[in-house]
């Protein structure tokens, strides 16, 4: 995303709106410790999950791209190696916040009343929880300014290598998780919120 600080405040915005929704979904519907259809519980983790993936492609696409030039022939802050930790450190930031939320809508989602349902249950949610710690540990490592382009680039990075290795174990997951018996694989695949799911993980 390109245009400086409204550039950022509309991704942030565009972020809040995305949390809101979904923390208003899982408001909604608080199923945690309560045995579900397992098409409920996969509609539930599929939503929760994709609007959560979105999210994080987003921030990522704001940090890569803080701004493209500066009106006032200054060198942008964000341009700066302390601008880019402060970019990147915000961006992570709202990982975290969206992780909160898609953690609280995984847990809501309830078990799935198949012969493995608790199981799978566990397997997500302990991924879910992973995916937490993982952006925490990552947003905690930037309490240090970088002191060159250099180090902010490295950070970058590092922050980016971060989100998409939750991204790519979560796609894993769920993979694992159909496998664990016919009825949980069907319901992951019939499902609008899953099929739409690996429509995204997919391009």
Do not use: H, Y
Not at 104 to 128: C, H, I, K, M, Y
Not at 157 to 174: E, K, M, N, R, Y
């Amino acid at each position: 995303m390109r245009g400086g600080p409204l550039a950022w405040i509309v991704g942030a915005a565009v972020g809040v709106v995305l949390v809101l929704g979904v923390t208003a979904l899982i408001g909604n519907r608080d199923d945690q410790g309560e045995t579900v259809a397992a098409g409920d519980w996969a509609q539930n983790v599929c939503g929760a999950v994709g609007v959560w993936r979105g999210e994080l492609e987003a921030i990522v696409e704001d940090i890569r791209t803080p701004s493209a030039s500066s009106t006032t022939g200054e060198e942008p802050q964000s341009e700066t190696p302390q601008g880019r930790t402060g970019f990147v450190r915000k961006g992570l930031e709202r990982g975290v916040q969206a992780t909160e939320t898609m953690v609280e809508g995984v847990d809501n989602a309830g078990t799935p009343d198949t012969s493995d349902g608790e199981e799978a249950t566990e397997r997500l949610s302990d991924w879910a929880d992973s995916a937490l710690s993982e952006l925490e540990e990552s947003q905690d490592s930037l309490d240090d300014e970088a002191d060159s382009l250099e180090e902010s680039i490295e950070q970058f990075t590092d922050a980016a290598g971060t989100i998409a290795a939750v991204l790519a174990s979560g796609a894993q997951t769920i993979v694992e998780v159909s496998r664990l018996d016919p009825a949980l694989a069907a319901a992951l695949l019939d499902t609008s919120a899953c099929q739409q799911l690996r429509e995204e993980t997919a391009r």
